[in-house]
């Protein structure tokens, strides 16, 4: 048993084992640190998204309002267009003395 232990004590292959070990859990920390560390621009990010998009949100409000003034108007615009068709279409209907005027004048040529 004893031997065993000595054994991987004096072998230079389990110290480079155990050394890359070491080496590879304080890297990992290291980096695992540095990621922490940046937390704050992680915040400041998420501040700054959540700004983006309550902006975003209210440009979609504004549009989506601005779209139903829209057909509101054209709905008016539409209903005056149609009563004053409906009400200029008596005056555009010719009397049967401008027919008649007509058909003098078409039958001269």
């Known amino acids: ?10 072998n230079p ?3 480079v084992a ?3 070990a070491f080496f590879a859990g304080f890297s990992g ?7 922490d560390s940046r937390a704050d ?14 902006k975003k949100d209210d440009i979609i ?10 057909m509101q108007r054209e709905a008016q615009l539409k209903e005056r267009l149609d009563a ?3 009400g200029s279409a008596d005056s555009c209907k010719l009397s049967s003395d401008d027919i008649e ?3 003098v004048l078409a039958s001269d040529k």
């Open 18 to 20: 155990v050394g890359l």
């Open 84 to 86: 004053i068709l409906k």
């Open 41 to 54: 621009q992680y915040q400041t990010e998420i501040i700054e998204l959540r700004k983006a998009s309550q």
């Open 29 to 35: 920390g290291v980096f695992k640190g540095w990621a």
């Open 101 to 103: 005027r007509l058909r």
């Open 61 to 70: 409000r504004r549009d989506a309002e601005r779209q139903l003034d829209d």
């Open 13 to 15: 292959a389990a110290w």
């Open 1 to 10: 048993m004893f031997t065993g232990i000595l054994s991987l004590a004096f």
